[in-house]
């Protein structure tokens, strides 16, 4: 058996599956008490009841274990609400800050009053991933743009739409996802419109 293989087994293992998820229930239950920043492993481990070599048989330290509770999945989140061939289009950057709105929302609802320790240190996952699928967008229908100003475009758009969505949680959420698509949408929608037309040739 092939090293990738044992740990795919390993993965799928059952108990190995039970343990994860004592180890990210306990987790999450203490998120929503303690500061991110003060929790510590044996607070984990106590929780979940196991030692200290169990977690570290699953877990680096608890900024892997927030990324595994909290980022990994976040690409599968999308995929569930948007088909990775849309188009770039007005409906596709609405649905993209509502699963946003709903992502922060969720993870607001999980930690509590912790959200404002934990969302800082996930966010780099959760940037990279949502640039990452709004390239695969943005290349759809591109019209032979430039590589490198498709990879700007995802990257401004996917800070723009995490940036506006995260204050809007921040804020307490006083509009809907849907007034706050409709008030950013305008915005973004001038440069969507830029990369849509004919790509200019250089001098």
Request: proline share 4%; hydrophobic share 35%.
């Amino acid at each position: 058996m092939q090293v990738s293989d044992f740990q795919s087994s390993k993965r799928t293992d059952p108990r190995v599956v039970r343990t994860r998820q004592f180890i990210q229930d306990a987790f999450t239950e203490l998120l929503r008490h303690k500061d991110f920043h003060q929790i510590t492993i044996s607070d984990i481990t106590s929780k979940a009841t196991i030692n200290r070599a169990t977690f570290y048989a699953h877990y680096q330290d608890k900024y892997e274990l927030l990324d595994a509770l909290w980022a990994d999945g976040f690409t599968s989140f999308l995929l569930q609400r948007i088909r990775p061939d849309a188009p770039l289009t007005e409906e596709t950057i609405r649905q993209l800050i509502h699963a946003l709105c709903d992502y922060h929302q969720t993870l607001n609802n999980k930690c509590m009053k912790n959200y404002t320790s934990v969302a800082p240190v996930v966010e780099k996952n959760i940037k990279q991933q949502l640039e990452s699928f709004i390239t695969q967008l943005v290349t759809h229908g591109a019209n032979g743009q430039d590589p490198a100003l498709l990879k700007s475009a995802a990257t401004s758009m996917s800070w723009s739409i995490y940036g506006v969505t995260y204050q809007w949680n921040l804020d307490g959420r006083t509009e809907s996802p849907e007034q706050l698509a409709a008030r950013i949408l305008p915005i973004m929608m001038n440069g969507v419109s830029a990369l849509n037309s004919n790509p200019q040739p250089v001098c």
